[in-house]
């Protein structure tokens, strides 16, 4: 295979043509007849003080190039956040931090962090994001010295589909490494989160360079045992991340980079040299398959296979798997059916609580969607979501109309928070605390009602600036029972089958 042909199939790994002009283009016509809803309409930036809402501890649980992350307690519901501050001294190049909210804010995927909202005041800018309670991958690496190859695998498979991901998104992150990995919880098998997106690019369609060929970059950006030998020449593609994961599980294997060097030129030397071996006695205890695998990723980027391939090698095909019984498949069809015939004004309300979850709640629901996910790029089809639930004695014509009722931003398939939203269990959308802050979200002006006006601020206004008035106004008449034009709380209830403690 030439270096055209591996370009060729690298890009592949993109969004097409007609997926980006659905993702990014609004067509205008089609929302007329559409209720539009997205993940980052519920992601609020404020101005002010966010201390009002947060009890913030003063010691950072963990440092940046940019600022510092801190545990803190929302005050409203007790929640659990990390928040990383970014102090207006440290802001050299705004388009760093333009880039990490950005990313943040439309990336859904559950091997990315979650951002909630963002604060800013006069001494910074806040990212108020989920809590990762078991740390960095880093620490983990350390304290264990080296993982077992069912671990690495597991922790391997994560890092690739978060790459796909953001990829297929258009997104090239430029500082993969275990520091940027964190686990939701300290249970095994805990799920991994990729943070920091402070370095990362963003491509848009316009930039495109031509069929077969990717874009190129040419910052020397990233942290030196993880830079790919290309971005020390300023000339490198998306292809850099894949380097990056290989050199990742490289040290989850041994515990050492393959790279290795006392001072950032030794590193960079070693990495252009690229020779690398398998010769400490560690190595001889671990696979071929997992050596194999290794030696296609850490080397020159015309060889270097993509993340695809990485995640359908037989080293990680062998290490991770999971499958659900017919019950569990069929409990989750049940909640899809629901949400697919739920009123428009249900679904924007099952939306908001899906992006606002955390992790422990959702666990079984992420698990499952991974596991219908085949192709890993973050997005569930109409094919994949037949052969996923196969056992729940579907036919095609039913699970494509499914797949209609639940894609809420018209794209084609079933993104995460639409997976989510779509089979949220009820002791969370029935739970009194969490409706109340999900009412307060869309009533603006806080008198108790929630109108049409409202309704289409809270749901991107942007999106929905040529859009008649008589969309959002019938998505209100669904539940307007007292046919005063607005949905106060009982309506706002009734909406989610659930009485007001009163009438209890």
């Not at 495109?208 to 045992?225: D, I």
């Not at 095609?396 to 809420?408: L, N, Q, R, W, Y």
């Amino acid at each position: 295979m030439n270096e055209n042909d591996t370009m060729k199939v690298y890009v592949e790994e993109f969004m097409t043509e007609e997926e980006e002009e659905k993702k990014e283009e609004f067509d205008v016509e089609e929302a007329m007849n559409n209720f539009v809803i997205k993940k980052d309409y519920f992601v609020l930036h404020r101005d002010g003080d966010i201390f009002k809402d947060y009890d913030i501890e003063r010691v950072p649980i963990g440092e940046g190039g940019f600022g510092c992350v801190y545990r803190a307690k929302e005050k409203e519901t007790g929640a659990l956040r990390a928040i990383k501050k970014i102090p207006i001294e440290k802001i050299i190049n705004p388009q760093n931090i333009i880039n990490e909210t950005t990313a943040l804010k439309n990336l859904d995927h559950p091997n990315i962090i979650k951002l909630y909202e963002t604060y800013q005041d006069n001494d910074g800018i806040y990212l108020v994001q989920e809590f990762c309670e078991g740390g960095e991958l880093f620490d983990y690496i350390t304290e264990n010295d080296y993982l077992t190859e069912r671990d690495a695998a597991n922790i391997f498979m994560q890092i690739i589909q978060s790459i796909i991901y953001c990829h297929k998104n258009r997104i090239c992150h430029r500082d993969l490494k275990p520091d940027n990995f964190m686990f939701v919880s300290k249970e095994k098998d805990s799920t991994v989160k990729l943070i920091d997106f402070g370095l990362s690019r963003s491509f848009y369609k316009f930039q495109r360079t031509g069929e077969g060929k990717c874009l190129r970059m040419k910052s020397k950006v990233g942290t030196a045992h993880y830079m790919a030998p290309e971005i020390l020449k300023n000339d490198y593609s998306y292809a850099c991340d894949t380097w990056s994961a290989g050199v990742i599980l490289y040290i989850m294997l041994c515990g050492l980079p393959p790279f290795p060097g006392d001072t950032e030129e030794e590193i960079f030397k070693a990495n252009l040299e690229g020779t690398f071996e398998f010769k400490d006695k560690i190595w001889e205890e671990i696979s071929d398959e997992a050596k194999d695998l290794i030696s296609k990723i850490l080397v020159p980027e015309k060889e270097r296979i993509t993340p695809k391939e990485c995640l359908n090698h037989p080293w990680v095909k062998k290490c991770t798997s999971s499958e659900f019984s017919v019950e569990t498949k069929q409990v989750y069809v049940d909640r899809l059916r629901r949400f697919q015939a739920a009123s428009k004004l249900k679904k924007a309300i099952l939306s908001y609580l899906a992006a606002k979850v955390t992790e422990e709640e959702i666990k079984e629901s992420v698990m499952l969607f991974n596991s219908i996910d085949k192709n890993h790029d973050g997005y569930i089809t109409i094919k994949e979501l037949y052969k996923g639930l196969n056992a729940a004695n579907m036919n095609s014509k039913e699970v494509s109309a499914i797949v209609m009722g639940v894609d809420t931003d018209y794209n084609g398939a079933i993104n995460f928070n639409e997976f989510i939203a779509a089979t949220l269990d009820a002791s969370i959308y029935k739970d009194y605390e969490n409706l109340a802050k999900a009412f307060n979200f869309f009533d603006i002006d806080n008198d108790g009602l929630i109108d049409c006006g409202e309704l289409k601020d809270c749901l991107a206004g942007k999106d929905f600036k040529y859009i008649d008035m008589k969309v959002f106004s019938s998505v209100i008449e669904d539940s307007d029972t007292n046919a005063d034009g607005k949905v106060d709380f009982h309506e706002f209830l009734r909406c989610m089958s659930v009485k007001l403690e009163d009438e209890m």
